[in-house]
Protein backbone atom coordinates (compact mmCIF):
# COMPACT_ATOMS: atom_id res chain seq x y z
CA UNK A 1 0.00 0.00 0.00
CA UNK A 2 0.71 3.75 -0.57
CA UNK A 3 0.09 5.41 2.46
CA UNK A 4 -0.03 9.71 2.79
CA UNK A 5 0.04 11.09 6.41
CA UNK A 6 -0.89 14.60 6.18
CA UNK A 7 1.09 16.35 9.91
CA UNK A 8 3.82 14.48 10.72
CA UNK A 9 3.88 15.56 14.74
CA UNK A 10 3.54 13.87 17.69
CA UNK A 11 1.03 11.69 15.83
CA UNK A 12 1.55 11.81 12.43
CA UNK A 13 5.69 10.73 12.73
CA UNK A 14 4.86 7.59 14.74
CA UNK A 15 2.47 6.53 12.58
CA UNK A 16 4.22 6.83 9.17
CA UNK A 17 7.41 5.09 11.31
CA UNK A 18 4.75 2.22 11.90
CA UNK A 19 3.09 1.81 8.37
CA UNK A 20 6.48 2.28 6.80
CA UNK A 21 8.04 -0.14 8.72
CA UNK A 22 4.64 -2.80 8.12
CA UNK A 23 6.10 -2.31 4.59
CA UNK A 24 4.18 -0.11 3.34
CA UNK A 25 5.39 3.18 0.54
CA UNK A 26 4.86 6.53 2.89
CA UNK A 27 4.09 9.84 1.94
CA UNK A 28 4.85 11.86 4.41
CA UNK A 29 3.15 15.58 4.13
CA UNK A 30 3.90 18.44 6.05
CA UNK A 31 3.56 22.35 5.90
CA UNK A 32 7.11 23.13 7.74
CA UNK A 33 9.24 22.86 5.12
CA UNK A 34 12.64 22.49 8.00
CA UNK A 35 10.44 19.95 9.28
CA UNK A 36 10.46 17.98 6.68
CA UNK A 37 14.17 18.65 5.42
CA UNK A 38 15.48 17.23 8.94
CA UNK A 39 13.14 13.74 8.71
CA UNK A 40 14.17 13.76 4.78
CA UNK A 41 18.01 13.80 6.21
CA UNK A 42 17.04 10.89 8.52
CA UNK A 43 16.53 13.16 11.66
CA UNK A 44 13.66 12.84 14.05
CA UNK A 45 11.84 15.55 15.78
CA UNK A 46 9.73 13.36 18.24
CA UNK A 47 11.41 12.03 21.37
CA UNK A 48 9.45 8.93 21.10
CA UNK A 49 10.95 7.94 17.68
CA UNK A 50 14.57 7.43 17.28
CA UNK A 51 16.29 8.98 14.54
CA UNK A 52 17.61 5.05 13.58
CA UNK A 53 14.20 4.30 12.62
CA UNK A 54 13.35 7.17 10.29
CA UNK A 55 16.62 6.54 8.86
CA UNK A 56 16.31 2.80 8.44
CA UNK A 57 13.02 3.31 6.59
CA UNK A 58 15.22 4.70 3.43
CA UNK A 59 13.00 4.97 0.45
CA UNK A 60 9.91 3.71 1.95
CA UNK A 61 9.40 7.35 3.74
CA UNK A 62 9.52 10.49 1.59
CA UNK A 63 8.59 13.65 3.54
CA UNK A 64 7.34 16.17 1.41
CA UNK A 65 6.00 19.57 1.39
CA UNK A 66 4.19 19.13 -2.25
CA UNK A 67 0.13 17.97 -1.44
CA UNK A 68 -0.40 16.65 -4.92
CA UNK A 69 2.34 13.49 -4.00
CA UNK A 70 -1.13 12.78 -1.87
CA UNK A 71 -2.56 11.93 -5.47
CA UNK A 72 -0.80 8.65 -5.87
CA UNK A 73 -2.20 7.34 -2.47
CA UNK A 74 -4.07 4.56 -1.80
CA UNK A 75 -4.80 5.68 1.95
CA UNK A 76 -4.32 9.66 3.71
CA UNK A 77 -4.52 9.91 7.18
CA UNK A 78 -4.80 13.72 8.30
CA UNK A 79 -3.43 14.27 11.95
CA UNK A 80 -2.98 18.07 11.98
CA UNK A 81 -3.88 20.23 15.39
CA UNK A 82 -6.59 21.18 16.75
CA UNK A 83 -6.28 23.85 18.99
CA UNK A 84 -8.24 26.32 20.65
CA UNK A 85 -9.22 30.09 19.19
CA UNK A 86 -8.97 32.73 21.32
CA UNK A 87 -12.09 32.36 22.91
CA UNK A 88 -11.71 28.65 23.90
CA UNK A 89 -13.92 27.39 20.83
CA UNK A 90 -12.56 24.58 18.41
CA UNK A 91 -10.05 26.12 15.49
CA UNK A 92 -10.97 23.63 12.72
CA UNK A 93 -8.32 25.86 10.52
CA UNK A 94 -5.91 23.31 9.94
CA UNK A 95 -8.32 20.69 9.15
CA UNK A 96 -9.81 23.32 6.54
CA UNK A 97 -6.37 23.61 4.65
CA UNK A 98 -5.72 20.28 4.65
CA UNK A 99 -8.62 19.20 3.54
CA UNK A 100 -9.19 21.50 0.73
CA UNK A 101 -5.81 20.89 -0.17
CA UNK A 102 -6.18 16.88 -0.50
CA UNK A 103 -9.71 17.50 -2.55
CA UNK A 104 -7.63 19.10 -4.95
CA UNK A 105 -5.60 15.82 -5.71
CA UNK A 106 -8.54 13.41 -4.35
CA UNK A 107 -9.19 10.92 -6.88
CA UNK A 108 -11.48 7.71 -6.98
CA UNK A 109 -11.13 4.85 -4.87
CA UNK A 110 -8.74 6.48 -1.95
CA UNK A 111 -9.62 6.14 1.36
CA UNK A 112 -9.58 9.09 3.83
CA UNK A 113 -9.18 9.10 7.60
CA UNK A 114 -9.00 12.02 10.01
CA UNK A 115 -7.07 11.31 13.29
CA UNK A 116 -7.15 14.65 14.98
CA UNK A 117 -8.65 14.96 17.93
CA UNK A 118 -12.24 16.52 17.70
CA UNK A 119 -15.90 16.94 18.02
CA UNK A 120 -18.43 15.07 16.80
CA UNK A 121 -19.63 15.48 13.82
CA UNK A 122 -15.97 17.21 11.92
CA UNK A 123 -15.83 14.66 9.69
CA UNK A 124 -19.34 14.35 8.55
CA UNK A 125 -20.40 18.10 8.39
CA UNK A 126 -17.01 19.64 8.15
CA UNK A 127 -14.72 17.77 6.25
CA UNK A 128 -16.33 15.86 3.85
CA UNK A 129 -17.93 18.87 1.98
CA UNK A 130 -14.44 19.99 1.65
CA UNK A 131 -13.44 16.71 0.02
CA UNK A 132 -16.56 16.88 -1.83
CA UNK A 133 -15.55 19.75 -3.50
CA UNK A 134 -13.12 17.65 -5.79
CA UNK A 135 -16.19 16.55 -7.60
CA UNK A 136 -16.56 13.14 -6.11
CA UNK A 137 -19.37 11.73 -3.67
CA UNK A 138 -17.94 10.39 -0.09
CA UNK A 139 -18.85 6.88 0.21
CA UNK A 140 -19.26 6.24 -3.18
CA UNK A 141 -16.33 7.81 -5.46
CA UNK A 142 -13.58 8.01 -2.29
CA UNK A 143 -14.07 6.43 1.17
CA UNK A 144 -14.12 8.39 4.48
CA UNK A 145 -13.50 7.39 8.18
CA UNK A 146 -12.64 8.72 11.26
CA UNK A 147 -9.87 7.14 14.16
CA UNK A 148 -8.68 8.92 17.11
CA UNK A 149 -5.57 8.70 17.92
CA UNK A 150 -4.17 7.26 21.44
CA UNK A 151 -0.78 7.85 21.61
CA UNK A 152 0.47 8.82 24.83
CA UNK A 153 4.10 10.49 24.78
CA UNK A 154 6.69 9.13 26.83
CA UNK A 155 4.86 5.51 27.01
CA UNK A 156 6.80 2.63 26.62
CA UNK A 157 4.80 -0.49 27.40
CA UNK A 158 2.44 0.30 24.71
CA UNK A 159 2.84 0.72 21.40
CA UNK A 160 0.95 1.60 18.10
CA UNK A 161 0.52 -2.12 17.24
CA UNK A 162 -0.68 -3.40 20.99
CA UNK A 163 -3.25 -0.40 21.71
CA UNK A 164 -6.85 -1.25 20.36
CA UNK A 165 -7.47 1.57 17.32
CA UNK A 166 -11.14 2.37 17.28
CA UNK A 167 -12.32 3.20 13.34
CA UNK A 168 -16.17 4.71 12.63
CA UNK A 169 -16.98 5.15 8.70
CA UNK A 170 -19.11 7.25 6.72
CA UNK A 171 -20.60 3.65 5.24
CA UNK A 172 -19.75 0.23 6.23
CA UNK A 173 -17.87 0.01 3.17
CA UNK A 174 -15.79 3.13 4.37
CA UNK A 175 -14.94 1.32 8.27
CA UNK A 176 -14.13 -1.91 6.26
CA UNK A 177 -11.63 0.27 4.31
CA UNK A 178 -10.01 1.88 7.24
CA UNK A 179 -9.92 -1.77 9.37
CA UNK A 180 -7.77 -2.99 6.62
CA UNK A 181 -5.76 0.05 6.56
CA UNK A 182 -4.85 -0.29 10.39
CA UNK A 183 -4.80 -4.16 10.37
CA UNK A 184 -1.45 -2.90 8.83
CA UNK A 185 0.11 -1.80 11.50
CA UNK A 186 -2.45 -2.57 14.92
CA UNK A 187 -3.06 -5.88 16.42
CA UNK A 188 -6.77 -4.94 16.96
CA UNK A 189 -9.35 -2.82 15.61
CA UNK A 190 -12.17 -2.03 17.20
CA UNK A 191 -15.25 -0.76 15.29
CA UNK A 192 -17.82 1.35 15.81
CA UNK A 193 -21.13 2.18 13.86
CA UNK A 194 -20.24 6.10 13.14
CA UNK A 195 -17.65 8.45 12.39
CA UNK A 196 -19.85 10.38 15.34
CA UNK A 197 -19.41 7.53 17.93
CA UNK A 198 -15.65 7.46 17.38
CA UNK A 199 -15.09 11.19 17.50
CA UNK A 200 -16.90 11.25 20.92
CA UNK A 201 -14.80 7.93 21.99
CA UNK A 202 -11.50 9.64 21.69
CA UNK A 203 -13.33 12.69 24.23
CA UNK A 204 -14.91 10.36 26.66
CA UNK A 205 -11.50 8.86 26.83
CA UNK A 206 -9.54 12.50 27.76
CA UNK A 207 -12.99 13.76 29.50
CA UNK A 208 -12.66 10.87 31.75
CA UNK A 209 -8.67 11.48 32.84
CA UNK A 210 -9.79 15.08 33.14
CA UNK A 211 -12.41 14.65 35.82
CA UNK A 212 -10.59 12.48 37.78
CA UNK A 213 -7.71 14.05 37.86
CA UNK A 214 -9.87 16.75 39.14
CA UNK A 215 -11.34 14.99 41.95
CA UNK A 216 -8.10 14.08 43.34
CA UNK A 217 -6.85 17.62 43.00
CA UNK A 218 -9.99 19.08 44.62
CA UNK A 219 -9.28 16.36 47.07
CA UNK A 220 -5.91 17.65 47.53
CA UNK A 221 -6.96 21.07 48.52
CA UNK A 222 -9.32 19.47 51.16
CA UNK A 223 -6.57 17.62 52.82
CA UNK A 224 -4.42 20.40 53.27
CA UNK A 225 -7.14 22.10 55.24
CA UNK A 226 -7.94 18.69 57.38
CA UNK A 227 -4.33 18.10 57.48
CA UNK A 228 -4.80 14.49 56.28
CA UNK A 229 -1.66 13.30 53.85
CA UNK A 230 -3.89 12.35 50.44
CA UNK A 231 -1.37 9.57 49.13
CA UNK A 232 -1.60 7.91 51.93
CA UNK A 233 -5.08 7.87 51.25
CA UNK A 234 -4.69 6.97 47.27
CA UNK A 235 -2.42 4.74 48.00
CA UNK A 236 -5.36 2.67 50.40
CA UNK A 237 -7.72 3.49 48.17
CA UNK A 238 -5.68 1.39 45.67
CA UNK A 239 -5.47 -1.12 47.21
CA UNK A 240 -9.56 -1.87 46.49
CA UNK A 241 -9.31 -5.02 44.00
CA UNK A 242 -12.04 -3.14 41.76
CA UNK A 243 -14.89 -0.34 41.24
CA UNK A 244 -11.28 2.51 42.18
CA UNK A 245 -8.73 3.36 39.42
CA UNK A 246 -5.64 5.44 40.71
CA UNK A 247 -5.73 9.03 39.33
CA UNK A 248 -2.93 11.30 41.64
CA UNK A 249 -2.91 14.94 42.42
CA UNK A 250 -0.65 17.57 40.73
CA UNK A 251 0.22 20.87 39.65
CA UNK A 252 -2.42 21.01 37.00
CA UNK A 253 -3.38 19.62 33.78
CA UNK A 254 -1.13 19.51 31.03
CA UNK A 255 -0.17 18.27 27.00
CA UNK A 256 -2.15 18.72 24.29
CA UNK A 257 -4.72 17.25 24.82
CA UNK A 258 -6.31 16.84 27.98
CA UNK A 259 -6.64 21.01 28.53
CA UNK A 260 -7.87 20.96 24.97
CA UNK A 261 -10.25 18.77 24.34
CA UNK A 262 -13.22 19.16 26.80
CA UNK A 263 -13.63 22.50 25.69
CA UNK A 264 -14.04 20.91 21.77
CA UNK A 265 -16.95 18.70 23.67
CA UNK A 266 -18.69 21.60 25.71
CA UNK A 267 -18.64 23.42 22.10
CA UNK A 268 -20.61 20.94 20.17
CA UNK A 269 -23.25 20.42 23.54
CA UNK A 270 -23.99 24.25 23.53
CA UNK A 271 -24.86 23.74 19.35
CA UNK A 272 -27.35 20.97 20.93
CA UNK A 273 -28.55 23.48 24.23
CA UNK A 274 -27.02 21.13 26.60
CA UNK A 275 -24.17 22.57 28.68
CA UNK A 276 -21.50 19.75 29.76
CA UNK A 277 -21.19 21.56 33.32
CA UNK A 278 -19.40 18.26 34.94
CA UNK A 279 -16.66 18.42 32.17
CA UNK A 280 -16.22 22.12 32.49
CA UNK A 281 -16.14 22.37 36.60
CA UNK A 282 -13.27 19.64 35.44
CA UNK A 283 -11.55 21.74 33.15
CA UNK A 284 -12.09 25.05 35.76
CA UNK A 285 -10.53 22.87 38.93
CA UNK A 286 -7.45 21.72 37.04
CA UNK A 287 -7.00 25.17 35.02
CA UNK A 288 -7.08 26.68 38.57
CA UNK A 289 -4.23 24.11 40.25
CA UNK A 290 -1.38 26.08 39.45
CA UNK A 291 -2.69 28.80 41.67
CA UNK A 292 -3.43 26.48 44.34
CA UNK A 293 0.40 25.56 44.05
CA UNK A 294 1.97 28.99 44.05
CA UNK A 295 -0.20 29.67 47.32
CA UNK A 296 1.00 26.34 48.62
CA UNK A 297 4.51 27.79 47.56
CA UNK A 298 3.83 31.36 49.30
CA UNK A 299 2.95 29.48 52.27
CA UNK A 300 5.63 27.15 52.61
CA UNK A 301 8.10 30.10 52.13
CA UNK A 302 6.37 32.17 55.04
CA UNK A 303 6.15 29.20 57.58
CA UNK A 304 10.63 29.46 57.40
CA UNK A 305 9.76 33.28 57.74
CA UNK A 306 10.36 34.16 53.99
CA UNK A 307 8.26 36.37 51.55
CA UNK A 308 7.96 34.79 48.19
CA UNK A 309 9.28 38.54 47.07
CA UNK A 310 13.24 38.16 46.49
CA UNK A 311 13.00 34.62 47.36
CA UNK A 312 15.30 32.50 45.10
CA UNK A 313 13.00 29.67 43.33
CA UNK A 314 13.83 26.54 41.61
CA UNK A 315 11.21 24.73 39.68
CA UNK A 316 12.15 21.15 39.21
CA UNK A 317 10.61 19.71 35.90
CA UNK A 318 8.92 22.04 33.72
CA UNK A 319 7.67 19.26 30.98
CA UNK A 320 3.84 18.85 31.23
CA UNK A 321 4.69 15.17 32.35
CA UNK A 322 7.49 13.10 33.59
CA UNK A 323 10.15 11.50 30.88
CA UNK A 324 9.02 13.96 27.83
CA UNK A 325 10.38 17.48 27.03
CA UNK A 326 6.97 18.53 25.92
CA UNK A 327 5.76 22.10 27.23
CA UNK A 328 2.10 22.08 25.50
CA UNK A 329 -0.35 23.43 28.16
CA UNK A 330 2.54 22.89 30.90
CA UNK A 331 1.14 24.01 34.17
CA UNK A 332 5.11 24.73 35.12
CA UNK A 333 4.63 27.67 33.03
CA UNK A 334 1.66 29.25 34.96
CA UNK A 335 3.41 28.38 38.28
CA UNK A 336 6.70 30.45 36.60
CA UNK A 337 4.49 33.16 35.69
CA UNK A 338 2.76 33.43 39.31
CA UNK A 339 6.19 33.45 41.03
CA UNK A 340 8.17 35.93 38.58
CA UNK A 341 5.13 38.02 39.16
CA UNK A 342 5.38 37.94 42.65
CA UNK A 343 8.69 38.94 42.53
CA UNK A 344 10.99 35.61 43.13
CA UNK A 345 14.11 35.24 41.43
CA UNK A 346 12.89 32.28 39.12
CA UNK A 347 15.34 29.32 38.00
CA UNK A 348 14.26 25.61 36.54
CA UNK A 349 16.25 22.38 36.21
CA UNK A 350 14.59 20.13 33.44
CA UNK A 351 16.80 17.09 31.94
CA UNK A 352 14.27 17.11 28.91
CA UNK A 353 13.76 21.14 28.16
CA UNK A 354 17.46 22.77 27.77
CA UNK A 355 15.45 26.04 26.64
CA UNK A 356 11.93 27.57 27.74
CA UNK A 357 11.05 30.73 25.03
CA UNK A 358 8.35 31.62 26.92
CA UNK A 359 10.22 32.30 29.76
CA UNK A 360 13.44 33.50 28.38
CA UNK A 361 15.31 30.91 30.50
CA UNK A 362 17.65 28.07 30.16
CA UNK A 363 17.74 25.38 32.85
CA UNK A 364 20.59 25.14 35.63
CA UNK A 365 22.33 23.01 37.08
CA UNK A 366 21.52 21.48 39.80
CA UNK A 367 24.55 21.72 41.30
CA UNK A 368 24.61 25.69 41.35
CA UNK A 369 21.06 26.28 42.21
CA UNK A 370 19.66 23.06 44.67
CA UNK A 371 21.97 24.78 47.70
CA UNK A 372 21.19 28.29 47.03
CA UNK A 373 17.63 28.09 45.97
CA UNK A 374 15.28 29.28 49.13
CA UNK A 375 12.76 26.44 47.84
CA UNK A 376 12.68 23.87 45.62
CA UNK A 377 9.21 23.07 44.01
CA UNK A 378 9.07 19.34 42.25
CA UNK A 379 6.74 20.38 39.49
CA UNK A 380 7.49 17.57 36.96
CA UNK A 381 8.72 14.40 38.68
CA UNK A 382 11.80 13.09 35.56
CA UNK A 383 12.78 9.95 36.54
CA UNK A 384 16.32 11.29 35.94
CA UNK A 385 16.31 13.39 39.03
CA UNK A 386 17.49 11.69 42.56
CA UNK A 387 15.54 13.12 45.17
CA UNK A 388 17.14 12.13 48.27
CA UNK A 389 20.10 14.31 46.70
CA UNK A 390 16.65 17.05 46.43
CA UNK A 391 15.82 16.67 49.83
CA UNK A 392 19.28 16.34 51.38
CA UNK A 393 20.60 19.45 49.84
CA UNK A 394 17.63 22.11 49.37
CA UNK A 395 16.77 24.21 52.45
CA UNK A 396 13.32 23.72 51.33
CA UNK A 397 11.07 21.62 49.05
CA UNK A 398 7.67 21.48 47.78
CA UNK A 399 6.53 17.82 46.01
CA UNK A 400 3.50 18.66 43.83
CA UNK A 401 3.92 14.89 42.88
CA UNK A 402 4.55 12.68 45.85
CA UNK A 403 8.06 12.07 44.74
CA UNK A 404 9.89 12.19 47.96
CA UNK A 405 6.99 9.67 49.66
CA UNK A 406 9.05 7.53 52.16
CA UNK A 407 11.97 10.36 53.05
CA UNK A 408 11.33 11.42 55.97
CA UNK A 409 12.24 14.98 56.20
CA UNK A 410 11.80 18.66 58.19
CA UNK A 411 12.37 20.53 55.14
CA UNK A 412 9.78 18.47 52.75
CA UNK A 413 6.22 19.94 52.33
CA UNK A 414 3.79 17.45 49.79
CA UNK A 415 0.62 18.54 48.07
N1 LIG B 1 0.24 14.75 20.97
C1 LIG B 1 -0.50 13.82 21.46
O1 LIG B 1 -0.12 13.18 22.44
C2 LIG B 1 -1.86 13.49 20.86
C3 LIG B 1 -2.51 12.32 21.30
C4 LIG B 1 -3.74 11.99 20.74
C5 LIG B 1 -4.31 12.83 19.79
N2 LIG B 1 -3.68 13.97 19.38
C6 LIG B 1 -4.34 14.78 18.36
O2 LIG B 1 -3.69 14.61 17.11
C7 LIG B 1 -3.72 15.80 16.36
C8 LIG B 1 -2.32 16.20 15.96
O3 LIG B 1 -1.58 16.49 17.14
P1 LIG B 1 -0.01 16.47 17.21
O4 LIG B 1 0.31 16.42 18.66
O5 LIG B 1 0.55 15.42 16.31
O6 LIG B 1 0.31 17.92 16.60
P2 LIG B 1 1.76 18.51 16.18
O7 LIG B 1 1.64 19.96 16.30
O8 LIG B 1 2.83 17.75 16.89
O9 LIG B 1 1.90 18.12 14.64
C9 LIG B 1 1.05 18.58 13.65
C10 LIG B 1 1.83 18.74 12.35
O10 LIG B 1 0.90 19.09 11.32
C11 LIG B 1 1.53 20.01 10.44
N3 LIG B 1 0.49 20.68 9.67
C12 LIG B 1 -0.35 21.67 10.04
N4 LIG B 1 -1.19 21.98 9.03
C13 LIG B 1 -0.90 21.16 8.00
C14 LIG B 1 -1.43 20.97 6.71
N5 LIG B 1 -2.45 21.71 6.26
N6 LIG B 1 -0.87 20.04 5.91
C15 LIG B 1 0.17 19.30 6.34
N7 LIG B 1 0.71 19.40 7.58
C16 LIG B 1 0.18 20.32 8.40
C17 LIG B 1 2.33 20.89 11.36
O11 LIG B 1 3.38 21.55 10.66
C18 LIG B 1 2.86 19.87 12.39
O12 LIG B 1 4.12 19.36 12.00
C19 LIG B 1 -4.43 16.83 17.22
O13 LIG B 1 -5.79 16.84 16.88
C20 LIG B 1 -4.28 16.26 18.60
O14 LIG B 1 -5.34 16.66 19.46
C21 LIG B 1 -2.45 14.31 19.89
Not at 315 to 325: C, E, R, T
Request: hydrophobic share 40%; proline share 6%; charged share 25%.
Amino acid sequence: MRVGIVGLGYVGLPLAVAFGEAGNEVIGLDTDPRLVSALAAGRSSIEDVPAERVAALGDAFQPTTDHERLARCDAVVICVPTPLANQREPDLTYIVDAGSSLSRVLREGQLVVLESTTYPGTTRERLLPILEESGLAGGRDFHLAYSPERIDPGRVDRTIRTTPKVVGGLTDRCRERAVELYGEICDEVVEVSTTEAAELTKLLENVFRSVNIALVNELAQLSERMDIDLWEVIDAASTKPFGFMRFEPGPGMGGHCLPVDPFYLAFKAREHDFYTEFVELAGKINQNQPLFCVRRMERALNEVGKPMKGSRVLLLGVAYKAGVGDLREAPALKIARHVVELGATLSYHDPHCPEVAELGLSSTSLDEELGAADLVAIVTAHPEVDYERVVRDAALVLDFRGVTRGIEAANVVRL
